[in-house]
Structure formats: structure tokens, C-alpha cells
């Protein structure tokens, strides 16, 4: 492995983590083989990580460190890591030692293999069943029927990416989680491979059950921007037109009953139900369009590809 490598760990109150962290990766990667930098995002820490940060740094100049004003989140913290890395490879973890620096290496040889995204897969997780370990498998489940990027562990923060691929997603909100499906877009090739994964020992998690409805928000989202960010019309115009032929017929219905046979349209229900699938499919038809200017101007501000291409011959 002659490549550079980023090691991004995003860091919230973690003061009792961070040497051993450290050590940990320093002893796997001492290999002379391996070139590397590890780029600490302290996420607006309350305690003396910080401090201790800065005093690894004072010894080796592979350390380096973002500092948050404050408590930006995961998914933030990430992305300035991102921003921020120099090598070829993005080796993504948790700062808490759940995750094993041991286990790079294996992400690496994948990589080395020909795939651009390595996710860990934490198959003993050391976690709480009833808050953490249900929620999740059921959360893999949808995502994984929902997205097309099949995969046992979303929530791993264990990772090995490609800088291309690093380089060209952008992450808002919570969706770090997301990040093999958003990056399936670009058409990459995703691995899984398992992982260990350790108990926490020093510190606290950060999060609680009521990630479960987040990530359930986030996966319509993901979904969305995955299928239809291209072509909302689709999306909306769709059950727009169905609903508004199917209210249009009850109309015509109810129009032939009372002209033609003479019955009266007022005690009648099903009136209501025409009116409200008309006025729904109109609603739903015009969301799309709003949506399709939205897009336009979407993508042509920020100029955005609406494609992502792997290599070039004959091209400058
Ligand atoms: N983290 C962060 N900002 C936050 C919450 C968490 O940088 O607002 C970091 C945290 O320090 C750890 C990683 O994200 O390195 C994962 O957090 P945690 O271990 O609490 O999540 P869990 O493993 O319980 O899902
Ligand atoms: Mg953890």
C-alpha cells in the first residue's frame, strides 16, 4: 500500500478515548509501508479532548486537527474531514474505540482489490439490543430494500473510501449514514467485509432511540434524491394523474347520472371524493413542475454533473 492515506475521525467528548485511540493506530499503520495522516475533528468537545489532541500533535506532525466553535454533529464533522484530507484513501471511524484500528489493513486490501468504497460490517456488535441492535437491523433492512446498495451494516463508521469518491459527495443533515447509498449514484463499487467491534469502555453515546425516527426521515430523503431529484415530475405526476383520472371519471359519472337519469347530486358522498382527487391530482402535478424548476436550478447553480464519469480516452 504505496498510496497516502486519511484516517477522518470525528470527535465529541471523548477526552478518555483519545490516546489509546491513537496508539492503536499508530501501531497498526507503523508498517514503514504505510503513509498517512489522521485528521481529528473535535465537534465542539466540552471536555479536554482538545488539549490532548494538541498534545499528540506536538510530537507527530501526521496528527492534525479541526476544531469545531460547537456541537455541529457527526455528519458535519465528517464532511470537514473530508474536506480537509490529503490521501488517496479516507479511512472514516468513531473516535469511542467501538471501532478496531486493526481492522484497516482488511478495508485496505479490499480497496486494493478494485472496489472504491469499504464498509465495515460490525457482525458482533457490542451494543444495547433493545435501543440499538433491533433498531438497527430493521433500519438495515429498509435501506437496504429501499436504496440499491445492499448492505448487513449502515451504521458502521468504519469505512475506507476513495478520495474521487470522498471528494464528490456532499452531506447534509444526518445522512453519514447514507454515505455508501449516495455514493452508489456515482456508480462505485461497494464492499462489505466484518469488523470487530468493541464494547464502549470510557465516555458516553451520543445518541438515543429517537435516532430511529431520524433516520427513517432521512431514508425518504435519501430515497428521493437517489430516484427522482432528476425527474420529480415523475415522482409527483404520477399518482397526481392517476388520482385526478380517477376523480375525473367519477365526475363524468356523476355529470351523466344527474343531466341524462335525472338523479340529484346533492346527498351524494362520492361527490366529495371527485372534487378532492381532482384538486389532488392538479396539486400533485403542479408539485411536480414546481419541482422540476427547482431542479433546473439546482443543478445548473451549483453546476452539478448530472452524471459522474470514471475515465477518459482520446478527451482532455
Ligand atoms: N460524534 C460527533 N458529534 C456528535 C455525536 C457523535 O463527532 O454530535 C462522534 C463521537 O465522538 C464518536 C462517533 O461520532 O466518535 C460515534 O458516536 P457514538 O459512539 O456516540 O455513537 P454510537 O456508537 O453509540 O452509535
Ligand atoms: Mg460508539
Redesign the pocket.
Given at each position: 500500500m504505496n498510496e497516502k492515506l486519511s484516517i477522518v475521525?470525528?470527535?465529541?467528548?471523548?477526552a478518555e478515548n483519545i490516546e489509546r485511540l491513537y496508539s492503536e493506530i499508530t501501531q497498526t499503520l507503523s508498517d514503514p509501508g504505510y503513509e498517512y495522516e489522521i485528521v481529528f475533528v473535535d465537534?465542539g468537545s466540552r471536555d479536554k479532548g482538545l488539549q490532548k489532541l494538541l498534545a499528540l500533535r506536538e510530537s507527530d506532525d501526521r496528527v492534525k486537527i479541526i476544531s469545531f466553535r460547537k456541537?455541529f454533529?457527526?455528519t458535519a464533522?465528517l464532511s470537514a474531514g473530508f474536506d480537509c484530507a490529503q490521501g488517496e484513501i479516507v479511512v472514516t471511524m468513531?473516535?469511542?474505540l467501538?471501532n478496531d484500528p486493526a481492522d484497516i489493513p482488511i478495508l485496505l486490501g479490499k480497496i486494493e482489490e478494485g472496489y472504491d468504497l469499504v464498509s465495515g460490517w460490525r457482525y458482533d456488535r457490542q451494543d444495547k439490543w433493545l435501543s440499538r441492535r433491533l433498531p438497527s437491523v430493521l433500519a438495515n433492512k429498509l435501506i437496504s430494500w429501499a436504496t440499491d446498495v445492499k448492505l448487513n451494516d449502515y451504521?458502521c463508521?468504519l469505512k475506507a473510501i476513495k478520495r474521487e469518491v470522498v471528494k464528490n459527495i456532499t452531506l447534509y443533515g444526518e445522512l453519514h449514514r447514507f454515505i455508501p447509498a449516495i455514493a452508489s449514484w456515482m456508480g462505485v463499487r461497494i464492499a462489505e467485509v466484518k469488523v470487530n467491534h468493541r464494547p464502549?469502555v470510557a465516555g458516553q453515546?451520543?445518541?438515543g432511540i429517537s435516532r430511529a425516527f431520524r433516520v427513517l426521515l432521512d431514508l425518504v430523503t435519501v430515497k428521493f434524491l437517489l430516484s427522482y431529484s432528476g425527474r420529480p415530475i415523475q415522482f409527483f405526476g404520477i399518482p397526481g394523474l392517476i388520482s385526478g383520472l380517477l376523480g375525473g371519471a367519477l365526475a363524468v359519472y356523476l355529470t351523466i347520472q344527474r343531466v341524462f337519469m335525472g338523479i340529484p347530486l346533492g346527498d351524494r358522498p362520492i361527490l366529495l371524493l371527485a372534487v378532492l382527487l381532482i384538486l389532488i391530482g392538479v396539486q400533485f402535478v403542479v408539485f411536480g413542475l414546481l419541482g422540476e424548476l427547482q431542479t433546473r436550478t439546482y443543478y445548473e447553480s451549483l453546476d452539478k454533473p448530472i452524471y459522474f464519469i470514471k475515465d477518459k480516452y482520446g478527451i482532455d
Open positions: 475521525i470525528p470527535v465529541f467528548d471523548e465537534d456541537n454533529g457527526q464533522a468513531d473516535a469511542d467501538q451504521g463508521t464502549r453515546s451520543k445518541y
